[in-house]
Antibody, heavy 116, light 110 residues
Framework: QVQLQESGPGLVKPSETLSLTCTVSGYSINTYYWSWIRQSPGKGLECIGYISHSGNTNYNPSLKSRVTISSDTSKNQFSLKLTSVTAADTAVYYC??????????WGQGTLVTVST | QSTLTQPPSASGSLGQSVTISCTGTSSDVGGYNYVSWYQQHPGKAPKVMIYEVNKRPSGVPDRFSGSRSGSTASLTVSGLQSEDEADYYCSSYADNNHVVFGGGTTLTVL
């Protein structure tokens, strides 16, 4: 079955760039859409953005100036870069497949803390 | 983009039914047939329970059902069980190809 796994640093310094990778197994990222969602501690879910199988992207307007989502089909991975991070970017970051505007399945999530 | 509006909490007794609302606008919930509902237990990733307003993925009990009236979608959980106690989030496709979430509802089973 489809499985997604996030990876990347768990600690990022303020003003630096957060970089995460999602490795997909059991399914090719050459179909569907692939997304990043985050959840700040004790808060709700926020869609950061997504990338299509053809490489088109769509970003949350509140994050658009700082976000880049890209994919590497040869590795069946897609990635997130978020620049100029602050403490407000501390969150659990999830990757998920997006189909019919529904996120399924999800990765287990990875906590990224922004701190010195 | 605005988030969808959900009540912060809901509760029901074992075996009873509870309905959680998700209010948006004509730019999201009311404009597209793409409303989803997610269940999240503490420390776990969310799991889709309903997609496209009222469709259930395989493996989701038929105690869970979705509906929509105008710009308000609803999730009904019938025959409440203890394992249904969790946070529930709605999401919707929205204008400009965005996807927006509700603020979440904590369901307590009494």
């Amino acid at each position: 079955q489809v499985q997604l796994q996030e990876s990347g640093p768990g600690l990022v310094k303020p003003s630096e760039t957060l970089s995460l990778t999602c490795t997909v197994s059991g399914y090719s990222i050459n179909t569907y859409y692939w997304s990043w969602i985050r959840q700040s501690p004790g808060k709700g879910l926020e869609c950061i953005g997504y990338i299509s199988h053809s490489g088109n992207t769509n970003y949350n307007p509140s994050l658009k100036s700082r976000v880049t989502i890209s994919s590497d089909t040869s590795k069946n991975q897609f990635s997130l870069k978020l620049t100029s991070v602050t403490a407000a970017d501390t969150a659990v970051y999830y990757c998920a497949r997006l189909s019919a505007a529904a996120f399924d399945p999800w990765g287990q999530g990875t906590l990224v803390t922004v701190s010195t | 983009q605005s988030t969808l509006t959900q009540p912060p909490s809901a509760s029901g007794s074992l075996g009873q039914s509870v309905t959680i609302s998700c209010t948006g606008t004509s730019s999201d919930v009311g404009g597209y047939n793409y409303v989803s509902w997610y269940q999240q237990h503490p420390g776990k990733a969310p799991k889709v329970m309903i997609y496209e307003v009222n469709k259930r993925p395989s493996g989701v009990p038929d105690r869970f059902s979705g509906s929509r009236s105008g710009s308000t979608a609803s999730l009904t959980v019938s025959g409440l069980q203890s394992e249904d106690e969790a946070d529930y989030y709605c999401s919707s496709y929205a204008d400009n190809n965005h996807v927006v979430f509700g603020g979440g509802t904590t369901l307590t089973v009494l």
